[in-house]
Structure formats: C-alpha cells, structure tokens
C-alpha cells in the first residue's frame, strides 16, 4: 500500500509539473483539490505532501485556507526574471564547464539530440521541455547548492515564456530557433574542453537570443499589463 501511494504521488506530481511548465495549466490558476485527490486516489495528508514539495520547487504557490493555485507570472515576477536571469545563467555555465563529469556530458549530447529531434518533428511543448531538461543538466553539472535552487526557478518560468519562443510566427523566428540550436552545440563544445570563459560569453549570447524574442511575443496569461508597457531591465519597450 505504501509503495501505491508513492506511485501515485509521483505520478501526481509529474502530472502538475508537466502541466505548469507547458501552460496546460495557467499562471495563477487554482488548483482543485478535491479533484486532483480524486483523480489519483489520494488522501488529502498526501495531497498537500505533494502540493509542498512543488511549492518549495517553485511550480505551486500555497495560501492559508485558500488552497494552492499555480505560481504566478506578473510584471513583478517577470521583471525580476529579466534581471536575474543573464546573471544566473552565465554563473550556472561558468560552473558546469569547471566541474562537469564525463558521464554529465554525455547526458547532455544525449539532450540535445532529443532537443533537435523535438525541432524537427515535435509538437510546442515537446520542444520547450527539451530546451528546459538540456538547461537542467547544466545546473546538475554546477553543482553549487545556493545557486541551483534560483536556477531551477527560473527555468520554470522560462519554459513557460519558451512555449511562444518554440512557437515561430515567422521565418526571423524559425532562424533564432535554429541559431539557439547551434548554440546548444557551443555550450557542450566548451563545457566539454572545460573553457569557463567561453561558456560565460555563450550563456550571454543564448539569453540574449531568448531575450529578444520574449520581449516582443509574450504576453502569458497573469500578467498585470502588457511587457510592451514594462520597461524590463532597464530597457524601454514599444508597446
């Protein structure tokens, strides 16, 4: 019995995390409980097990007597993305090329092939999850314990955003698609010679690519006004 109901917290939380991350579930969005606890034969103590273990990883937001609801996506949040992401995501890859393992290696070529393959034929979110499991071995090969738990917020986030990136609306955008795909194959190159410089001006050129692009499409649902309205690290946007 003991083992059922881990199953089945597992698969619930799987089942959560896969739906925030693709939008299938919205910014904000309450979750219904009694449903979830229903729909996989769950008590409410293993219920709320679940929903802490997701608030803590940064999917789920939990308020007193109000239950959960999905974390949310507002220019707050948004704006302190934009700052903190090309921080984080240059440390992240300074770090993996200094301590990355042969076996992390291999994991990401292994990555990025499901990535490329899911640019060929795959469906948004298949792409956008492709992207976001490629980025988190990268935070696996840092392996610094204070900068991983902000790293694998953002990427929540980020693969939010990316299910508009992964969604091109024109040939300029299948192009940045491709060149992100290119770029891709940079970072493993210089994680793999172990050239922390590199890999730092490539985390820049990557975010700059994805920058871009977020910064003129996006619009997810929870946002308190539009991102043309929102002046974003710094930056004035058009509207």
């Known amino acids: 019995m003991k083992d059922a109901s881990r199953n089945r917290k597992a698969e619930l939380h799987e089942h959560l995390r896969m739906a925030i991350l693709t939008m299938r579930l919205r910014p904000g ?30 999917y789920v937001d939990l308020r007193e007597n109000r239950g959960a609801r999905v974390s ?5 949040t948004l704006r302190d993305f934009f700052l903190a992401a090309p921080m984080i995501y240059g440390a992240i890859l300074q770090l993996a090329a200094q301590n990355a393992r042969p076996g992390q290696i291999e994991a ?27 980025h988190e071995i990268t935070g696996e090969m840092a392996g610094n314990i204070y900068l991983l738990p902000s790293f694998s917020r953002l990427l929540i986030d980020h693969a939010r955003i990316s299910m508009t990136f992964y969604r091109p ?33 490539l985390a820049t050129a990557h975010w700059a690519l994805s920058r871009d692009r977020i910064e003129q499409f996006v619009m997810p649902a929870g946002l308190d006004a539009p991102l043309g309205q929102i002046g974003l690290a710094g930056r004035t946007m058009p509207a």
Do not use: W, Y
């Not at 309450?30 to 219920?47: I, M, N, V």
């Open 29 to 58: 969005a309450d979750l219904d409980e009694t449903r979830l606890a229903e729909e996989f034969a769950l008590s409410r103590t293993p219920l709320r097990e679940v929903l802490r273990q997701l608030a803590g990883e940064g």
């Open 72 to 76: 949310e996506m507002s220019h707050v």
């Open 108 to 134: 990401l070529k292994a990555a990025q092939e499901r990535f490329r393959a899911a640019l060929r034929s795959g469906s948004t979110a298949e792409r956008a999850l492709a992207n976001n499991r490629f």
């Open 169 to 201: 609306r024109d040939a300029e955008m299948a192009r940045d698609v491709a060149v992100a795909c290119d770029q891709h194959d940079a970072i493993i190159a210089a994680i793999a010679a172990g050239d922390a410089t590199e890999a730092a001006r």
